[in-house]
């Protein structure tokens, strides 16, 4: 009777030996519970750093695919400067008309090909 009224009331009789031993699972407890917390803290910092991640990989392609659409019209329009326009001012200069514009039409300078990948994508590559 006296260890049924001690549980219904919340306490446990026990001896110094098993005292102990109940105390070092109940500190095994406690560590396992805050590790879960750790854990589910881990998971929703990594969760939310996979949005942000996939919104700025969305972002950086379209900044790529926009890259390289510069590229290619900046090409398309050196080449019809080299086809077209070229060709007839060297004409309209060799017929030397008599004008204030420049003598001489400039060349388009060549724009680079090679984009810089950031840090992190490098590094990666690497290992």
Known sequence: ALH???????????????????????????????????????????????????????????????????????NKAVGSWETNVLPKGRQLENLDIATNLPKTLDEPKKVGNSLREPSVLRAEEEE
């Open 4 to 74: 049924a009224d001690a549980m219904d009331r919340g306490v446990v009789i026990t001896s110094p030996a098993s005292m102990i031993a109940l105390l070092r699972t109940a500190a095994l407890y406690w560590q396992q519970v805050r590790f879960a917390e750790e854990a589910r803290d881990v998971v929703e910092v990594a969760q939310e750093f996979y949005k942000r991640m996939a919104v700025w990989s969305e972002h950086f392609a379209k900044v790529g695919k926009g890259l390289g659409n510069a590229a290619e019209f900046y």
